[in-house]
């Protein structure tokens, strides 16, 4: 299935294109966002290390139906990206996201995690989401815990910090459609 645009209250959620990989380049490579991704992210950030991802892996990805990317824009300034968000079908790791500092804390990736997991559960029909993230990253572990996911497993994982504790967070299809009714069914 194609990338299809999304839209949240506050939210445009478009489809990655190459020609984004400009703006990433510009606001992804800081301690702030990089610390808690996985270690292959490189650090420090090599000049071409956007326009790289963006064409070689996530655009690859969707190709090939196993990923689906999206950038993050305020209604209010939609020539701008301030994250990304992506589902992937990756066994235990099927949604990232990242955002700019100047926008966290203010419930812009509640909404767009809500709009992509609605999408994994009722577009693409996927039986199961799970996300894995540094323990110590609180903002993401918060976001988890109040989508109604649960804790599944934690262990070691490498990141551009290091090697941290990484949990695994877990919702089902049945538990989502549940938590919000009629909006997460066809």
Same mark, same amino acid.
């Not at 992506?86 to 709009?115: K, S």
């Given at each position: /299935? $194609?990338?299809p645009a999304l839209e949240t209250e506050r939210l445009l959620l478009k489809p990655l294109s190459s020609d984004d990989a400009v703006q990433i380049q510009r606001t992804f490579p800081r301690w702030e966002i990089v610390r808690y991704l996985i270690a292959s $992210?490189?650090?420090p950030y090599p000049d071409n290390a956007a326009q790289h991802y963006v064409d070689n892996i996530a655009l690859a990805a969707s190709k090939k139906g196993k990923g689906w990317y999206w950038t993050l824009r305020r209604k209010e300034a939609p020539e701008e990206v301030i994250g990304v968000i992506c589902l992937m079908d990756i066994p235990d790791n099927n949604r990232g996201f990242w955002l $700019?500092?100047?926008w966290q804390g203010q419930g812009y990736m509640t909404e767009a995690c809500h709009a992509v997991t609605n999408f994994w559960f009722t577009e693409l029909d996927r039986e199961v989401l799970r996300a894995p993230k540094a323990a110590i990253n609180n903002r993401s572990r918060n976001l988890s815990e109040r989508s109604g /996911?649960? !804790?599944l497993r934690v262990e070691k994982g490498e990141y551009v910090a290091? $090697? !941290?504790?990484?949990e695994l967070w877990e919702i089902t299809r049945d538990e989502w459609r549940q938590l919000n009714g009629a909006s997460a069914r066809r």
């Amino acid at each position: /299935m $194609v990338t299809p645009a999304l839209e949240t209250e506050r939210l445009l959620l478009k489809p990655l294109s190459s020609d984004d990989a400009v703006q990433i380049q510009r606001t992804f490579p800081r301690w702030e966002i990089v610390r808690y991704l996985i270690a292959s $992210v490189p650090w420090p950030y090599p000049d071409n290390a956007a326009q790289h991802y963006v064409d070689n892996i996530a655009l690859a990805a969707s190709k090939k139906g196993k990923g689906w990317y999206w950038t993050l824009r305020r209604k209010e300034a939609p020539e701008e990206v301030i994250g990304v968000i992506c589902l992937m079908d990756i066994p235990d790791n099927n949604r990232g996201f990242w955002l $700019v500092p100047e926008w966290q804390g203010q419930g812009y990736m509640t909404e767009a995690c809500h709009a992509v997991t609605n999408f994994w559960f009722t577009e693409l029909d996927r039986e199961v989401l799970r996300a894995p993230k540094a323990a110590i990253n609180n903002r993401s572990r918060n976001l988890s815990e109040r989508s109604g /996911m649960r !804790l599944l497993r934690v262990e070691k994982g490498e990141y551009v910090a290091g $090697v !941290l504790d990484t949990e695994l967070w877990e919702i089902t299809r049945d538990e989502w459609r549940q938590l919000n009714g009629a909006s997460a069914r066809r």
